[in-house]
């Protein structure tokens, strides 16, 4: 059987190379790894394309989802997409970033809270308080000297846009892979 999977990229589309359009970054380069076309949907509130593609020697039903919506209101186009897709909170992964976490650094977790992160904090509330969906934690650092919004909304390095469409890449692949087998398992 085939496992389905959804990713989403949380940013923000008129920012598209701030730390806090990472998610978004990183749709778009599993995109071009795999050969997916990403179209704007309307219906599902933003761009959305889709693939069967091969993480190890595992196929998997690859959904992938930058939702048109400014971050903090992300959440009801996820929801959209979810019911219409892989139907499962755990098929799903929010790829967002994380000022808590060091540059360059993907934490994955199932479930809990926003932990702050208000476009997190949207798709929870859309879901109804369900948390049960993976989250892609991508490292971008902090710099105490700046405050947080205007940090989150400046532009990422040129090495960590490169990262992530590189060696960074590769480790959200394993870990997409082992999300996959998981499910497949369950």
């Not at 389905?4 to 940013?11: A, D, E, Q």
């Not at 730390?19 to 959305?48: K, P």
């Not at 808590?100 to 879901?127: F, P």
Request: net charge positive.
């Amino acid at each position: 059987m085939t496992s389905r999977l959804l990713v989403v990229g949380l940013g923000n589309l008129p920012y598209p190379s701030t730390r806090h359009s990472v998610g978004h970054v990183i749709v778009d380069a599993l995109a071009a790894r795999f050969g997916i076309h990403m179209n704007m949907s309307r219906t599902m509130g933003g761009f959305i394309g889709h693939s069967d593609v091969l993480f190890s020697d595992d196929t998997v039903s690859l959904t992938l989802f930058k939702p048109k919506p400014l971050m903090n209101i992300t959440g009801p186009s996820v929801a959209s997409v979810l019911r219409n897709t892989v139907k499962l909170p755990t098929s799903v992964i929010v790829v967002h970033d994380s000022l808590d976490h060091k540059v360059k650094v993907l934490s994955v977790k199932l479930g809990g809270s926003a932990n702050g992160h208000n476009g997190v904090r949207s798709v929870i509330n859309a879901l109804g308080a369900n948390a049960d969906f993976y989250r892609f934690r991508i490292g971008i650092g902090r710099d105490r000297a700046v405050d947080p919004a205007e940090y989150v909304l400046s532009n990422m390095p040129l090495d960590e846009l490169l990262h992530w469409n590189g060696v960074g890449l590769d480790r959200v692949c394993d870990e997409l892979g082992k999300i996959a087998s998981r499910n497949r398992a369950a």
